[in-house]
């Protein structure tokens, strides 16, 4: 028969590759989106002069990137320190 702390101990593994695979899945999407919209913000955004719409959009598009990578690491990289504390 199976302890409780077995029990905890899946429902904490499954659990955790879900979180995993949904984080990984929306970074793709986020990926994905990014190069289908890259020629059309090439030609709308890059290609024009300075504007407050454009610092705008620049700083949303690029933000949210680079708070997906680092979410990404922190939840695939981050957690394979701990035992070392």
Do not use: P
């Amino acid at each position: 028969m199976s302890s409780s702390t077995d029990i905890l101990a899946d429902v904490y593994v499954t659990q955790y590759a879900n979180c995993t695979f949904a984080v990984v899945a929306g970074g793709a999407l986020l990926f994905y989106d990014y190069l289908l919209t890259l020629d059309d913000e090439i030609e709308l955004i890059w290609q024009r002069s300075w504007s407050i719409g454009k610092a705008l959009y620049i700083i949303s598009r690029y933000y949210s990137l680079i708070a997906t990578v680092l979410v990404n690491n922190y939840v695939l990289l981050g957690n394979l320190t701990q035992g070392e504390h």
